[in-house]
């Protein structure tokens, strides 16, 4: 499959962009001007906030291949008014190449350990996903929260996207989505195959490009989300995420204390314990279910290799 690269020449320039309009000159202490015409700040605004030439600044939103020192990197930041998240971003774009030592690579799958403890759990719905946000690892009571979309080898940024416009109007699905974008730009990279090719297919989404080229871009941390549960509906469930490993995130979710979304939970974990609830089949439709796009759409026979789900072996746990 040919892989259709995101329309960005830089990640670095664009995101530079993006955050320069995204500012008000009164965030800076700059005066209102009716007749202003720039959206956001100027450049000569930006380089003097930041203490560096106007030429300089120029040609790094240009894309020209300028590389920052962490002096000048931490001084755009401040003009920019970034956050902890913002900064570490642009830090690591400005230091392209500068991957984590120890990732989990192509041909590895998660730890096995890591595996074991999700799966025993009966209490507790978790999964683990890659940075390119693909489900690697499904528990069997997340997997009857959500039959048909947090199933191994989906994508959840897929899956987010392939929402019908009725549930998009929904608070939680727009922070959900908000959040997901945001995520897939911060731990992804723009030098991965894999990367490429979901943010390809989701820029075909009107909401996902619109949040796309806002250029948010904050860690994977805790949010909520709506879930469907018989007799119930769509519920909020919350989710925490637990960085166990280089490159691999484990969300766990469950419901505020006191709120349906709680008594929902509790009601189908007891349900598979007790056998009057199974795991749902993945390839029956479901409220939850996607389209094949959200299908990991690794090479080689037999599909992508190191993902399973609990009832599933892997190469590698044998390993």
């Known amino acids: 499959m040919e892989i259709v690269r995101p329309p960005e020449r830089s990640a670095l320039a664009s995101f530079l962009r993006a ?6 000159p009164e965030e800076v202490g700059l005066p209102v001007d009716p007749r202003r015409r720039v959206t956001g700040l100027r450049r000569e605004e930006v380089a ?23 002096q000048v990197c931490a001084s755009i930041a401040r003009a920019l008014r970034l956050d902890r998240a913002g900064a570490a971003y642009l830090h690591r ?33 978790a999964y683990i996903i890659d940075r390119n946000q693909d489900v690697l690892v499904s528990n069997d009571l ?29 608070p939680s699905w727009q922070e959900g989505a908000r959040t997901t ?36 871009a904050h860690p994977l941390t805790s949010g909520r989300a709506p879930n469907h549960f018989d007799g119930y509906g769509w519920v909020d469930l919350r989710w925490q995420v637990l960085e166990a490993h280089p490159g691999l995130y484990t969300l766990i979710c469950y419901g505020t204390p006191g709120s349906v979304g709680e008594r929902a ?29 959200s299908r990991y759409r690794g090479t080689g026979p037999g599909g992508p290799r190191s993902v ?7 190469p590698a746990a044998g390993s």
Not at 93 to 105: D, F, I, K, N, P
Not at 308 to 314: E, F, K, P, T
């Open 93 to 125: 774009l400005a230091t392209a190449g500068s991957e984590v030592t120890y990732e989990l690579h192509q041909d590895e799958g998660p730890p096995p350990e890591l595996v074991e403890l999700i799966t025993l759990w009966d209490h507790t719905a």
């Open 181 to 216: 974008v945001s995520r897939l730009r911060y731990h992804g990279s723009p030098a991965d195959a894999r990367w490429q090719e979901v943010v390809a297919l989701l820029l075909e989404d009107e909401d996902f490009a619109d949040l796309w080229h806002r250029h948010e």
């Open 142 to 170: 997340m997997r009857a929260v959500a039959p048909g979309y947090v199933e191994v080898g989906n994508n959840v940024g897929l899956m987010q996207f392939e929402a019908p416009p009725g549930l998009r109007a929904a």
């Open 265 to 293: 939970l509790a009601e189908l974990a007891a349900g598979l314990r007790e056998g009057r609830v199974s795991v749902p089949d993945g390839a029956v439709a479901t409220p939850t279910s996607g389209s094949r796009l």
């Open 19 to 24: 955050r320069r309009a995204a500012m008000r």
């Open 48 to 70: 003097r906030l930041a203490g560096i030439s106007v030429e300089y600044y120029r040609r790094l939103e240009q894309g020209s291949g300028h590389r920052m020192s962490l």
């Open 308 to 314: 399973y789900s609990q009832g599933h072996d892997s």
